[in-house]
């Protein structure tokens, strides 16, 4: 399984302006790592780029776990994402951080777990701040919705009950459009499922891909 990247990760995608380079850094990734055939799990913007290496190299890709993931957006939910990505370019990354704890973490969590909280905040701050928001440029700008009826290969989709961003409606249309799909929707959780429910998630995926025989 690969794992692609979602938010605030390494600089490696730093330069990559698009996400058919992204899909293409995955591929030449699997190569040097000699793996022919991946079973490919995404969460956010790795949601995004997940179901695209599929389309782009179905002989390589065994299925595909879209989680906390967007597509169909309104022009409201563009609007939304929009700003969000010209505050942080206008105040900075640090000063519009804070704001997107409460769209990434349950109330309790946050109260509970103040460690993996703070860890994940400075994990972004710690991110070439160039990188960050390119990121986020291409989640903010990225449109499946014209091609993913063209994906054939089984696919996972996944996102928490209260994602605001990456809302149960949006990902029921999602779930719709592939045309080999299964939806879960776990409740209560919001954006950030990977560090607040990661065995919840990790139970969802094992589950799904015992019933396609992929393990």
Not at 50 to 73: C, D, E, H, I, M
Not at 155 to 177: F, H, Q, W, Y
């Given at each position: 399984?690969?794992?692609?990247?979602?938010?605030?990760?390494?600089?490696?995608?730093?330069?990559?302006?698009?996400m058919e380079l992204l899909a293409e850094c995955c591929k030449s990734l699997l190569n040097h790592?000699?793996?022919?055939?991946a079973i490919v799990v995404g969460h956010s913007l790795g949601g995004m780029i997940g179901p695209?290496?599929?389309?782009?190299?179905?002989?390589?890709?065994?299925?595909?776990?879209?989680?906390?993931?967007?597509?169909?957006?309104?022009?409201?939910?563009?609007?939304?994402?929009?700003?969000?990505?010209?505050?942080?370019?206008?105040?900075?990354?640090?000063?519009?951080?804070?704001?997107?704890?409460?769209?990434?973490?349950?109330?309790?969590?946050?109260?509970?777990?103040?460690?993996?909280?703070?860890?994940?905040?400075?994990?972004?701050?710690?991110?070439?701040?160039?990188?960050?928001?390119?990121?986020?440029?291409?989640?903010?700008?990225?449109?499946?919705?014209?091609?993913?009826?063209?994906?054939?290969?089984?696919?996972?989709?996944?996102?928490?009950e209260n994602d605001g961003g990456c809302s149960p409606r949006l990902n029921k249309l999602i779930?719709?459009?592939?045309?080999?799909?299964?939806?879960?929707?776990?409740?209560?959780?919001?954006?950030?499922?990977?560090?607040?429910?990661?065995?919840?998630?990790?139970?969802?995926?094992?589950?799904?891909?015992?019933?396609?025989?992929?393990?």
């Amino acid at each position: 399984a690969v794992d692609l990247p979602g938010h605030g990760d390494s600089d490696c995608i730093g330069y990559v302006h698009n996400m058919e380079l992204l899909a293409e850094c995955c591929k030449s990734l699997l190569n040097h790592l000699s793996i022919r055939k991946a079973i490919v799990v995404g969460h956010s913007l790795g949601g995004m780029i997940g179901p695209l290496y599929a389309l782009n190299y179905p002989k390589q890709t065994l299925s595909v776990s879209l989680l906390s993931t967007a597509a169909f957006r309104t022009e409201d939910d563009k609007s939304k994402v929009n700003a969000v990505l010209k505050s942080m370019h206008e105040k900075g990354i640090e000063r519009i951080l804070s704001t997107l704890t409460d769209r990434w973490f349950t109330d309790d969590f946050i109260e509970q777990n103040s460690i993996a909280v703070e860890s994940r905040l400075q994990q972004v701050l710690d991110t070439n701040p160039e990188v960050f928001l390119e990121v986020f440029r291409i989640y903010a700008e990225t449109e499946m919705s014209p091609w993913l009826n063209l994906i054939t290969k089984p696919c996972l989709v996944l996102t928490g009950e209260n994602d605001g961003g990456c809302s149960p409606r949006l990902n029921k249309l999602i779930a719709e459009e592939l045309p080999n799909s299964e939806l879960c929707i776990l409740k209560e959780y919001k954006h950030s499922l990977l560090i607040e429910a990661p065995d919840q998630v990790a139970q969802q995926v094992h589950k799904f891909l015992l019933s396609k025989n992929l393990i």
